[in-house]
């Protein structure tokens, strides 16, 4: 099972944290903070510059976090935040799969880190090396993902969409 949990969170971690990093420094093909910002404010976000900010260094660092198996909860917590406002501004219009760009990747995403904010890092992990596994309890995990889901939600109700925008 610990090698199990090691392969789910070096893949959905490292996948975050390069994604981040797409919008944070124009890596692996991204548009950096600039391109971002741009997209954002076309999706409502204003200032789209501290939004990209925000959700590029969200995306960054709960992806390390998870990855590392690092924080317990607090990784997946931020990739649920981040994917539910993702789900919420761009994908949710356009149905269930990613072909056409649904929420299909970002459902993936949230629940793949659900998961592992509930069932742990396992034993390949920086908390297991550390000795915080026991510091993460079932309470604090059903805590972080609902004011994950919180967080979500707060960032999507402040946004103002211009409704004679199209979004790709």
Excluded: C
């Excluded at 799969?97 to 069932?119: D, I, Q, R």
Aim: hydrophobic letters at 55%; zero cysteines; glycine letters at 16%.
């Amino acid at each position: 099972m610990d090698f199990g949990l090691l392969l789910a969170r070096l893949v959905l971690g490292l996948l975050m944290a390069a994604h981040g990093s797409q919008k944070l420094f124009g890596w692996f093909g991204g548009h950096g903070i600039s391109g971002t910002a741009r997209f954002f404010e076309t999706l409502g976000f204003r200032p789209g510059r501290l939004f990209a900010v925000t959700a590029a260094s969200t995306e960054l660092l709960g992806g390390l976090l998870v990855a590392s198996g690092l924080l317990g909860p607090l990784g997946p917590a931020l990739i649920i935040a981040v994917m539910i406002v993702a789900a919420g501004s761009v994908h949710w219009r356009n149905g269930v799969f990613a072909g056409s760009n649904g929420v299909e990747v970002p459902l993936l995403y949230a629940t793949g880190a659900a998961a592992l904010a509930l069932t742990g890092p396992g034993a390949y992990s920086l908390d297991w090396l550390l000795g915080l596994s026991a510091v993460w309890t079932p309470a604090i995990a059903w805590g972080a993902l609902v004011l994950s889901i919180a967080g979500g939600a707060v960032n999507l109700a402040l946004r103002h969409p211009d409704p004679a925008a199209k979004v790709a």
